[in-house]
């Protein structure tokens, strides 16, 4: 007779079941409490993912995340006070500003004066407590994913943003989606978002979210994106969290007929980053370009992992990722790309390219190819490196330091995955943003 072997549950896994616990009582009145149920059922069949589970094998959570915080409260006016100039990084870029301070939407603090005809910004939290149709049908559908942390934010979700954009509708201004911790205690945020983009609707949406260097705050953020037919939408998120942050970021993102998404996430902050992007073809002739650029050092860890669900015919992908890496850095990339069975003529092509900058950086590069159609233009790569000795010869040979000389080829590295942003003032911001993590560098 054998007898059942029951892992032993860790510290931070005994916590996020007694919060779950606690809330029990309110899930009673919560439309979503089934959904929310079975998610937590599932985390914690699972716990939290370890270097035995594949897609995890590179962060191993279970040990880089040794305790759960508590769950944030709500802001108090100080708090909010605080937040009244975060995103500055993107002060030269005229957007429309939705704050959102400890995962809780702040109406006093966003720009909600004269909304375009057919944009309509809400409160999740507000949307749920109402029971809104429209908001609980959507919510987990839009690209469903069993990932275990994704499933912890569904299941500990409180507030976030409800976009939605009407069919035909083009906003003049970009959206940017604040995400600013202030509070002084570390504590965790489960934030939820959902962004409907109508049918020939052209957006763009930026996230950025920012924290102090004191605290060891932890965020599971969750993003679901339902793109229309023949919509277009420019999808950036800024990372310059916290130096001591826990970071987790999910991309839900679904795309109709000819529909067309531009994304790109430039990370430069935080102490553990997993940036997650679940992107499903829902609609024929779809196209996305995905790109990345990670600027890291010290003992900074950011993963990103990415699925590209090609499950019907005529779609193209690329992805371009980037990553810097000095001090004792790690840099993960994780790249599948899938093509279903009937997706035919589907053209999918995917790089990713790691500059070392010190002996003890790390980077692990997995691209990976599921191919079940034979009419398909599919292709992956990968490369690491330290910097072109003959070009730093070059440059230093016509009279630039070598410091300058070092800081030019990294520019260089990085802005090929930055040229894919469209916008002028949001390309510069972000080049800006990089030649100020070369500054702190040294």
């Not at 860790?10 to 309110?26: D, H, P, S, V």
């Not at 759960?68 to 030269?92: M, S």
């Not at 910004?121 to 469903?144: C, F, H, I, N």
């Not at 630039?400 to 030019?408: M, V, W």
């Amino acid at each position: 007779m054998s007898a059942e072997v029951r892992p032993i549950k860790t510290a931070a896994e005994q916590a996020l079941a007694e919060a779950f616990a606690a809330r029990k009582g309110a899930l009673a009145r919560d439309p979503l409490a089934a959904q929310r149920e079975a998610a937590f059922r599932r985390f914690a069949a699972e716990g939290l993912p370890h270097r035995r589970v594949e897609d995890w094998k590179y962060t191993d959570l279970r040990a880089l995340m040794r305790e759960a915080k508590p769950l944030a409260g709500p802001p108090d006016t100080a708090g909010i006070a605080r937040a009244k100039n975060a995103g500055g990084l993107l002060r030269v870029v005229d957007a429309r500003r939705i704050v959102l301070v400890d995962g809780v939407f702040v109406p006093e603090l966003s720009d909600l004066a004269a909304l375009e005809p057919g944009l309509t910004v809400g409160s999740m939290a507000e949307a749920l407590a109402g029971a809104d149709a429209e908001v609980v049908g959507r919510v987990g559908t839009v690209a469903p994913t069993d990932d275990v942390a994704a499933a912890l934010n569904t299941a500990f979700m409180g507030d976030g943003v409800v976009l939605n954009v009407a069919d035909g509708v083009t906003l003049a201004r970009p959206i940017h989606l604040v995400f600013a911790y202030t509070a002084t205690v570390a504590a965790a945020v489960f934030a939820r978002s959902l962004v409907v983009i109508g049918k020939r609707a052209r957006a763009t949406l930026i996230e950025s979210h920012e924290g102090p260097d004191d605290l060891d705050y932890q965020v599971n953020n969750a993003l679901e994106l339902s793109v229309g037919d023949d919509a277009k939408v420019d999808h950036v998120k800024i990372g310059t969290e916290g130096s001591r942050a826990l970071h987790i970021s999910t991309l839900m993102a679904a795309l109709g007929a000819r529909a067309e998404l531009n994304d790109l996430s430039f990370t430069t902050g935080g102490s553990v980053v997993r940036n997650q992007l679940h992107l499903r073809y829902a609609g024929e002739g779809a196209a996305a370009t995905i790109a990345g650029a990670s600027l890291i050092k010290g003992r900074q860890h950011v993963d990103t992992t990415m699925v590209v669900d090609h499950a019907v015919r005529g779609g193209s992908s690329r992805e371009l990722f980037k990553s810097v890496l000095d001090g004792e850095s790690h840099a993960v990339f994780q790249g599948k790309i899938i093509v279903r069975p009937g997706a035919q003529q589907t053209d999918a092509r995917m790089m990713t390219r790691a500059l070392l900058l010190s002996e003890a950086a790390e980077a692990d590069n997995k691209p990976e190819l599921e191919i079940f159609a034979d009419d398909v233009q599919c292709g992956h790569g990968a490369t690491a490196g330290a910097l072109d000795q003959d070009l730093l010869f070059y440059l230093k040979a016509r009279g630039i330091p070598a410091h300058e000389a070092e800081a030019l080829l990294i520019q260089a590295f990085v802005g090929e995955a930055l040229e894919t942003i469209e916008r002028d003032d949001l390309r510069a911001a972000l080049a800006d943003a990089a030649a100020a993590w070369l500054i702190t560098r040294g």
